[in-house]
């Protein structure tokens, strides 16, 4: 086909025609390639390379020579469509040995703060599109509720509205104002809907959610992914309610398409179509179940390449509808177009250019110095200290105002690459390679107290302790030699990299190895010597962190935080960055209390369990900074309002420590009398909250009548008149907020 003959490539026509002109030049045959995802991992070579001659619309973990092959393969025929490359920089490329690594989801969520989630999207996406890659399947917009999850690291944490504002931000730091742009890439909401809510915290397995706790509930973050504009969706793994996500019309088309506006495509996951016969059973072979993924609204198929030897029979035995097809790959080909894959060079050609020159041009974005600079700024932002009571005169922390000469390191954390960078890295993805050496220097907690610690003329002592899989395998005897000789000791514990992810779930979340253990016979040292006993958590997630709790003067939780984040937690530790992370996410005493998610529904027998303490050991919104707040007052500016209206939840609030502080002032709401029973108290808005010593001001948090709507019995999204219970203060236990009562006409 000549240029003339290929109109869609004239960019002068919107996108609209231009999808329309080449659907109409398009086979059967090319169509349905169009839907298919193929990735390296799972195909031969020259499987790879045929896919791509018949047109298959993507590949996923497909990088250097391998990509270039195949698009070149794809472009070169007759419709010169080409392909779209996915992977999963999910917290920075951190897939490719040599990127910047980010702090986890969860760890960026404790930052509470859009900018900084939004600043990681965006030099993630630098660092995606160098490689000549267009589309990741970030954000996780999954709540962390069932901690036994493997993912829990993955995702924002345990509330809708945080995760709502965070996904937007996520979004709009992938996809930019123009996602054509070239050093912006497609965002991938992910995964539609209730995936975390998997049976006994089992991923994949049933999520027992019913339609109008799912639209209460699990639908915020994507209805807010949908109005940022997220170009791109994939359904979940499990079956909700019994029917499985990438079945269920009235989740894809009803809910998603037809009722959100959703104008992008869906993705399904990972042999979601597959296992629709081989794994959940509803459909008796393939053939069925690809004509069950066509008419749930599935738009691309992720690893089942088998959907299109299936859907072109339906399709010739009139089984299947093509305007199903078309509709499927108009979405795709709209996204294509408007990613500038059709139009700017860059897009293709980076893949090309990249085979030499360009290979130093990456190396020059890959983990450059401005790259490091955002991760490490994360990382600061992000950690959260959750205790920090006084040992002798002063509280443990910072260890600036202390006279220390030697500080003993000791944990099976401390200098743990792997703990630190996380799930979702080239330690574990595509395939695992727990021993792959890292292209890039990673600075762990140990090192970055030594270097802290350096500065000031202060000897670090460190041992491993014990070990964290084995309970057998620890050195506690010499960790307790060498913490004998310091004059302050930390603690670094937590969980390995096998121990979060996907398939990785657990029915145990206390600490694994000897840990305990030590952190016990170090507590002694502490009383015996009376030195500070400081714990830092390097973890994927919400651990049993009680005897930690109770042996520790402080604690600062860094969960996986990335390249740099051993510098950041020595920087707060050491007083000279303030900590100001809060927690996404509440933490349980012990695995049988679980879920101890903040926004529960009321019941009215015993708030605790027979042989444990009621409530979290850490809640939701908690972290102390190094100074103190006191919330003086809080207004409402329109005490009585009504829906369409926004009123301002006016808080007053100082800082009276002797140090500058961030506090970021949560605003929670309860509907005092409903139709259906809501939650003792949801977020509804924050602020961050800079004040120098001494300093008060009047944070102003805006509240829209609107978001206080629940889903009634008939399903129904409504704001019911009454009064409403509105909180505002430093977190989400009852003693930390004020209150007062907004009328709702
Ligand atoms: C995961 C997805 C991921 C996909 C591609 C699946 O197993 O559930 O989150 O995007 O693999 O790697």
Not at 40 to 67: I, K, N, P, Q, Y
Not at 406 to 414: D, E, H, K, L, R
Request: proline residues 4%.
């Amino acid at each position: 086909m000549s240029e003339q003959s290929r109109p869609w490539l004239n960019p002068d026509i919107d996108i609209i025609e231009r999808v329309r002109l080449l659907v109409n030049a398009m086979s059967t045959e090319e169509k349905v390639a169009q839907m298919i995802q193929i990735s390296s991992s799972t195909v031969t070579r020259s499987d790879a390379d045929e896919w791509a001659s018949r047109g298959a619309g993507s590949f996923l973990h497909t990088l250097g020579d391998d990509a270039r092959r195949v698009q070149r393969l794809a472009t070169q025929n007759r419709l010169g469509i080409p392909i779209l490359f996915g992977i999963d920089a999910v917290h920075g490329h951190s897939i490719h040995n040599g990127a910047t690594i980010f702090p986890s989801q969860l760890a960026l969520a404790s930052s509470w703060n859009p900018s900084v989630v939004e600043d990681m999207a965006m030099i993630t996406a630098r660092e995606v599109s160098a490689e000549g890659l267009h589309w990741t399947f970030a954000p996780v917009l999954c709540l962390g509720r069932d901690l036994r999850w493997g993912r829990i690291d993955e995702t924002f944490g345990e509330d809708p509205y945080l995760c709502a504002v965070l996904g937007r931000a996520a979004i709009h730091g992938f996809q930019g104002d123009d996602v054509s742009d070239p050093q912006r890439i497609i965002a991938c909401a992910k995964h539609f809907i209730a995936y975390g809510e998997s049976t006994g915290g089992r991923d994949s397995y049933d999520a027992a959610v019913s339609m109008r706790n799912l639209q209460m509930n699990f639908l915020e973050p994507f209805a807010a992914a949908v109005d940022a504009g997220c170009l791109t969706l994939m359904a979940g793994y499990e079956s909700v309610d019994g029917i499985p996500c990438s079945a269920h019309s009235v989740l894809l088309k009803q809910l998603l398409k037809e009722e959100l506006g959703f104008d992008g495509f869906v993705v399904t996951d990972w042999e979601n179509v597959e296992s629709l016969y081989k794994r959940q059973h509803v459909a008796g072979d393939i053939v069925e179940a690809s004509a069950l993924a066509l008419s749930a609204g599935n738009d691309m198929i992720m690893v089942t390449p088998r959907f299109y030897d299936a859907i072109l029979g339906l399709l010739q035995n009139g089984k299947a509808d093509i305007t199903q097809v078309d509709e499927a790959v108009t979405r795709i080909l709209t996204v294509k177009f408007k990613a500038g894959l059709f139009d700017v060079p860059s897009k293709v050609l980076t893949l090309a250019l990249s085979e030499d020159p360009t290979v130093k041009k990456t190396a020059k974005i890959f983990g450059c110095e401005e790259h490091l600079h955002h991760s490490l700024e994360t990382a600061r932002k992000s950690m959260v200290l959750l205790k920090n009571r006084k040992a002798g005169t002063l509280p443990a922390l910072p260890l600036s105002d202390r006279t220390i000469k030697t500080i003993a390191v000791i944990g099976p954390n401390a200098d743990s690459v792997r703990a630190q960078l996380g799930d979702w890295g080239f330690f574990t993805h595509p395939t695992p390679k727990l021993d792959t050496k890292p292209e890039f220097h990673v600075t762990t907690v140990l090192e970055g107290i030594r270097k802290a610690a350096q500065e000031r003329g202060i000897r670090v002592l460190f041992d491993k302790g014990c070990d964290i899989a084995d309970p057998n395998q620890h050195s506690i005897k010499n960790a307790c030699r060498i913490a004998s000789k310091a004059d302050v000791l930390i603690g670094v514990f937590g969980d390995s990299i096998v121990q979060n992810g996907e398939i990785h779930d657990r029915c145990d979340l206390a600490l694994s190895g000897a840990q305990n253990q030590l952190a016990r016979e170090l507590r002694k040292i502490c009383e015996k010597k009376k030195i500070p006993f400081v714990a830092v958590l390097v973890n994927g997630k919400p651990l049993e962190f009680s005897e930690i709790a109770q042996c520790a003067d402080a604690i600062l939780e860094s969960f996986n935080s990335g390249t740099l984040g051993g510098q950041a937690a020595a920087e707060i530790l050491f007083g000279d960055v303030e900590p100001t992370g809060r927690l996404p996410i509440s933490f349980p005493r012990k695995t049988g209390q679980l879920p101890v998610y903040y926004n529960q529904l009321p019941g009215w027998h015993a708030e605790s369990y027979y042989d444990c303490e009621a409530g979290p050991l850490f809640a939701f919104g908690e972290g102390l900074s190094y100074t103190d707040f006191s919330y003086d007052s809080i207004s409402i500016s329109k005490p009585i309002a009504s829906s369409g209206e926004t009123v301002m939840i006016r808080v007053g609030l100082k800082n009276c420590g002797s140090r500058k502080g961030t506090e970021t002032v949560q605003v929670y709401v309860n509907d005092l009398v409903s139709s259906v029973v809501t939650p003792v108290k949801q977020l509804k808005g924050f602020a961050k909250v800079n004040l120098a010593p001494g300093e008060g001001t009047e944070v102003e948090i805006p509240l829209e009548i609107d978001s206080l709507a629940l889903v009634n019995a008939d399903q129904m999204r409504v704001v019911e008149a009454g009064e409403f219970e509105i909180f505002a203060g430093h977190d989400s236990r009852d003693e930390s907020l004020l209150r007062t009562v907004l009328i709702v006409k």
